[in-house]
């Protein structure tokens, strides 16, 4: 083992979590080697079956809809339009092609080695550097040797046995985003409104698909701003997607044309449910999107004195250490929030952590602070959050005796809304009375997981709401929205009606 080439850290997994660790930790100059299942998982969830095929999707969805609905009124008569979900789906191929070489490209460039095939933590410590082995899907199993690990092997559609995902009717995302899911179909159940449902959802029902949507909870994207789910719940009314909500789905069977879910309500007693009403619902096919689970298997976490459990691997939450010194675990197989950003922040403190722990490169050692991540959803209209919602901040303010102050502004007073004919939605900024500091915002319209950037920049850097109202904004522009709802913290919103606070 003496002989062999020994790098500053290895890196298993190629998602946003992995590959962005990759490259940061070479940019200081550490000697990196990146395992990854194999070529066409490079980039991992996000890259190919996740944030960038969707949206590749969204804009498909989001231009039928706007030549529907919006171009009439421009004057834009566009006579009878045709909709090739094929030809949709290959470019959708083309954009994930592109990234993952991209990806590739990057890794080259920086003198990365990319070892396909899985990676598992076989042995070492921390004062002798790991043993990780590398099995392909065909060929030698391979052995590198590292100073400090990264694990970033992410998660995967959950599967329930109940639900008999065939991957041919019954589909979780994955199967829907495969590179041969070509052939649109007439009608689709989805089961759970969470985020990949009601992204899935709107894009379907845009392509012209009969859309169903059956959710446990009484409520859809269920964590995000009460009156954001009233303006999408109402979009989703108005477009024509069928939703049911506080559906227990007991079963999903394939039937001769299709298939079939059962459901019963979700308030009955989980031992009851037999003998309870059922309501079933059928259509050519079934996507499952009820959370994703976390890839924690075979990697040798376990043998090495490293923790396992519901969320996932078990993490220093600051540090992003597991239970084995030296060796650190970021994004999804972590649980908690499971968003691509969240992955790659996490890896630039895994990075630090390691790299100073090794010494000799300029970095310092670095803790997470998850209170500013903001999140989003490419439904239309497009939604963003970061921060807490205004209930939790009416809790916390009780609590502490304080009060908040809200600012909500509508895009249909924004002049370049108007002209953009994105008049729907509206922006609203939560505000510590007392402090001004910018407590969470909220946004469902044209633009708004862009929009909530700003607020995420001010959260992050204390800059207070009267700060971010005393910015200049350019006019005519969308960001107007920030500026706006900010300045309504303190009832000083210019185009809207109210009273100084
Ligand atoms: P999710 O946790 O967001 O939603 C799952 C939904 O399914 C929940 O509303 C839940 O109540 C419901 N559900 C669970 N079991 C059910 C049952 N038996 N019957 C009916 N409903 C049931 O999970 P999802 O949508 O699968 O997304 C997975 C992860 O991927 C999330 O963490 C999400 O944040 C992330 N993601 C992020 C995106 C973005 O940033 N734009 C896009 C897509 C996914």
Redesign the pocket.
């Known amino acids: 083992m003496s002989e062999q080439e020994v790098f500053d850290l290895i890196i298993i997994g190629s998602g946003p979590g992995g590959y962005h660790s990759a490259l940061r930790a070479a940019q200081y100059g550490a000697k990196v080697a990146i395992i990854e299942k194999a070529p066409s998982e490079l980039g991992g969830t996000c890259s190919n079956w ?2 960038i095929p ?1 949206k590749a999707l969204v804009k498909s969805a989001h231009l039928l809809e706007e030549i529907h609905e919006i171009a009439p009124d421009l004057g834009i008569m566009v006579g009878n339009v045709a909709f090739d979900f094929a030809k949709a789906v290959e470019r959708k191929n083309k954009v994930v092609s592109e990234l993952r070489t991209g990806i590739e490209g990057l890794l080259n460039t920086r003198k990365i080695p990319i070892h396909y095939g899985f990676g598992k933590l076989e042995g070492g410590t921390i004062n002798e550097g790991f043993t990780v082995s590398v099995t392909p899907k065909e060929g030698q199993k391979t052995f590198l040797k590292g100073k400090r690990v990264i694990l970033a092997t992410g998660s995967t559609p959950a599967l ?1 046995p109940a639900f008999n995902i065939d991957h041919k009717k019954i589909l979780t995302s994955d199967d829907i985003l495969h590179s041969d899911f070509k052939t649109l179909p007439k009608s689709m159940v989805i ?7 009601c ?1 899935f959802g709107n894009i379907f029902r845009r392509f012209g698909v009969d859309v169903t949507m ?4 009484p409520n859809m994207i ?1 964590t995000e701003e009460r009156l954001v789910i009233k303006e999408l719940n109402n979009t989703f009314d108005e477009i024509g997607v069928k939703l049911h909500v506080s ?3 007991l079963k999903v069977e394939t039937t001769e044309t299709g298939v079939k879910a059962t459901t019963c309500d979700a308030s009955v007693p989980r031992d009851q449910t037999e003998s309870a009403e059922k309501f079933t619902y059928e259509a050519d096919i079934c996507l499952v ?4 689970s976390k890839l924690t298997k075979d990697l040798g976490v376990e043998e090495l004195g490293g923790t396992i459990d519901r969320s996932g691997i078990v993490v220093n939450e600051k540090t992003r250490e597991t239970g084995i010194p030296g060796v650190y675990a970021i994004g999804d197989v972590t649980g908690g ?3 691509a950003h969240k992955a790659s922040y996490d890896g630039d403190i895994a990075v630090a952590n390691a790299l100073t722990s090794i010494g000799g490169f300029d970095t310092h050692a670095r803790e997470a602070n998850y209170r500013v991540l903001p ?4 439904t239309s209209p497009e939604i963003g959050s970061v921060g807490i919602r205004e209930n939790q901040a009416k809790e916390m303010a009780k609590e502490k005796g304080s009060k908040i102050y809200t600012g909500r502004f509508y895009y249909a007073s924004l002049g370049k809304a108007k002209c953009m004919a994105a008049e729907q939605g509206f922006m609203m900024i939560i505000a510590d009375a007392e402090t001004d500091l910018i407590l969470g915002a909220s946004c469902i319209g044209h633009g708004a997981p862009e929009l909530i950037a700003t607020v995420s920049v001010a959260m992050e850097h204390g800059i207070t709401a009267s700060k971010l109202g005393h910015t200049i904004y350019s006019h005519p522009t969308i960001s107007e929205m920030v500026l706006e709802a900010v300045e309504d913290v303190h009832g000083m919103a210019i185009h809207k009606a109210g009273r100084r606070r």
């Open positions: 996740g944030c969707t329930i089961i759970g409104a969470g985020v990949i449902g992204e059956l959710e446990y909870l269920a559906q227990n789905v999107s009820i959370g994703r929030i499971m968003l999140a989003t959803i490419f």
